[in-house]
């Protein structure tokens, strides 16, 4: 190669991540074709944007494999004793098609390729046509001690990093030859959320070790330029350990990395969403001068690093990085900007035929609809009947065992609540026949049943962390408060049924969305109550969950101790069997905890009542007449409709 003079060249690297399963815009729980969500339209962006330059790579950051009801039922045998899609596809996963056809150039595995075993995982990871890498999960055998200066060699579940050769095409036309050196890591916490298929097997070491162990190694392997696959999202703050499972900002100081594709928190990078984040400047698009790019959810954007190469001496060099996004859906104009892909939707058509004839499965019926448009700010039924269904089934399970003489309570969040996600995501059942499509509608996650045995004491602190999703509500201010957090995700906020509550929003939040202790003398859970009387902080209780909650939130499991009952069985697959058992539900909320602005003396004192604001649908005008209380104000800018409650 001529290095008399600077050879220059440009590189676009384009990303997808957190896909979830979603190859089309078919939104299986609404059960209606959608424009904002999907890979076949998302294809497209890929097209448009390899057409643009010369040299292009494709990469996936994780999360493909769970995330609707294809995913799960994918996860089973049955999907695949269909003859006509097995003599089609070789047990090729239906993601993977797609994903072959487009012709990606590597991926790594997110936290939820860990849903439904190892197993399962490699007979997926065998269907893909471009390499997989991970640099954090070793085998049991032999676990991170490489990292520490053992001079094992490493026993990685993946390869720990990719060296693609690839050729490209330099300002001149000339051709050269580079290595493109590809790394991944995904959060040390899978070990605690898929804790029954994965303790024994693997271990995990964190994401920031790992990767400075790694990175030297990749450039004595001959890597010209290094691309970091992090499937972990950014968090603002200079201790890493705040939320370890975060970690795109310590990453993104080591040195030796050249581009990131982040994702795991469905976010949007760069966005407004962090302006004034440390280390970010939203016109380069780059952490810490690392060009990154965080491309949402579903396939609801295209991430793209542009890299201006520059090669001298024998050395290829990233003079500058500059990543963007694009959208398939514009929700400002609430316009899809793409059409799909018609190769990629002909070939999800078999698959996406298949689930709908499995989803249409009846289990029961229902008396009341079930909804979740005001779930965050009020009891309702959507969460009442997982609350219900999970008492039930620990009933019945601990019934002769010696935890049987404790009262047995349960925690259950609303799922489907808007957020990050857009003003689609509700939930909306009418009343009648349900159907495997509704009850994957309620609860979206394959997560499976645990127990916890904590104090009263505790399920109050639990209660407090819960509560930081809503916002310090001033009562002399006359302005409108919004009253949801934006930062806390609803998943994180659980109601506990078979106790009573209130929560005092005028109280500051006691936590953090992390679980810091903010105000130690805040308390916003008042009348915490037991079939009508007090509750006792050493009073001990069963508290029914997921496996989730029981391993990796402190607040349901103190000293990681607590788990009385863990089962293979999935909260849905519960639901489920609930449903069939009733035959006929009527879960109406038994309004077991509420908001209030203040205490009784507060109200004594004659204090007016704010103007508090909670966004929601736009569908959920059509459920006001229930709801006194509640007004409608008009849309925001993110397609959200605002409404008044009064508390």
Request: proline share 5%; charged share 20%; with cysteine.
């Amino acid at each position: 190669m001529n290095t008399k003079q600077p050879i220059t060249a440009q590189l676009r690297l384009l990303g997808t991540t957190d896909l979830h399963v979603s190859l089309t815009g078919y939104d299986y729980y609404r059960n209606e074709e959608t424009v904002d969500i999907g890979l076949s339209r998302t294809a497209t962006l890929i097209h448009q944007a390899r057409k643009e330059v010369e040299n292009h790579m494709l990469f996936d950051n994780g999360d493909i494999l769970q995330g609707n009801p294809l995913g799960d039922y994918a996860a089973s045998s049955l999907f695949w004793q269909q003859d006509s899609y097995i003599e089609a596809t070789n047990k090729v996963h239906p993601i993977h098609q797609l994903m072959n056809t487009l012709s990606y150039d590597a991926a790594t595995v997110g936290n939820h390729e860990f849903n439904y075993g190892l197993d399962y995982l490699q007979q997926c990871i065998e269907g893909a046509q471009f390499p997989y890498t991970n640099a954090n999960i070793y085998h049991a055998s032999k676990d991170s001690a490489t990292a520490q200066g053992s001079d094992r060699s490493p026993d990685t579940l993946l390869p720990p990093y990719l060296i693609l050769e690839r050729q490209i095409v330099d300002d001149h036309g000339d051709i050269h030859n580079i290595h493109i050196g590809v790394i991944g890591v995904v959060p040390p916490q899978i070990m605690q959320w898929d804790k029954a298929h994965l303790e024994g097997e693997i271990t995990v070491q964190d994401m920031v070790r790992a990767t400075q162990y790694w990175i030297p190694q990749m450039r004595t392997a001959g890597a010209d330029l290094i691309v970091m696959l992090a499937h972990t999202g950014y968090v603002d703050s200079d201790d890493t350990t705040v939320l370890s499972e975060n970690a795109v900002l310590p990453l993104s100081e080591i040195e030796g990395i050249d581009a990131i594709f982040f994702g795991h928190a469905h976010k949007l990078f760069p966005g407004n969403e962090f302006a004034g984040k440390q280390g970010v400047d939203l016109e380069q698009g780059t952490i810490n001068g690392v060009p990154a790019v965080e491309a949402g959810v579903w396939g609801s954007h295209l991430g793209i690093i542009d890299l201006q190469l520059h090669y001298k001496n024998d050395v290829w060099s990233v003079e500058q990085g500059i990543s963007q996004l694009r959208a398939i859906y514009d929700r400002e104009q609430r316009v899809s900007t793409v059409e799909p892909d018609l190769e990629l939707e002909q070939i999800a058509a078999i698959p996406h035929q298949i689930i709908l004839d499995h989803i249409h499965t009846p289990v029961g019926e229902s008396t009341i609809p079930l909804y979740s448009y005001f779930a965050l700010v009020m009891d309702s039924a959507y969460v009442q009947i997982i609350n219900n269904a999970q008492i039930w089934y620990a009933q019945q399970v601990l019934a002769d065992t010696l935890y049987s003489h404790l009262p047995i309570v349960s925690a259950a969040s609303a799922f489907k609540t808007g957020g990050r996600y857009g003003p689609q995501y509700y939930a909306y059942i009418e009343a009648g026949k349900m159907t495997l499509q509704h009850t994957s509608d309620i609860y979206n996650y394959a997560n499976t049943l645990c127990a916890v045995r904590l104090t009263g004491a505790e399920i109050r602190e639990w209660l407090e962390w819960s509560a930081g999703l809503y916002q310090h509500i001033d009562p002399q201010v006359t302005e409108e408060q919004s009253l949801l957090y934006p930062d806390f995700p609803s998943f994180n906020f659980d109601i506990i049924d078979g106790m009573t509550y209130q929560i005092n929003v005028c109280q500051p939040p006691r936590y953090s969305a992390a679980g810091q202790l903010l105000n130690k003398d805040a308390h916003r859970i008042e009348q915490l109550r037991y079939e009508g009387k007090d509750v006792e902080d050493h009073a001990e209780y069963i508290v029914v969950t997921n496996q989730y909650r029981a391993y990796s939130t402190p607040f349901a499991n103190p000293d990681g101790n607590r788990v009385i009952l863990d089962v293979p069985v999935e909260n849905r697959e519960v639901l489920i069997q609930y449903i069939r058992a009733q035959k006929v539900i009527h879960p109406e909320a038994d309004h077991n905890w509420s908001l209030i602005l203040g205490s009784s003396s507060d109200k004594e004192l004659g204090l007016s009542k704010p103007i508090i604001t909670v966004p929601s649908s736009p569908d959920a005008q059509k459920i006001l007449s229930v709801y006194p209380q509640l007004t409608y104000a008009g849309i925001n800018g993110e397609g959200f409709a605002i409404y008044r409650i009064e508390l």
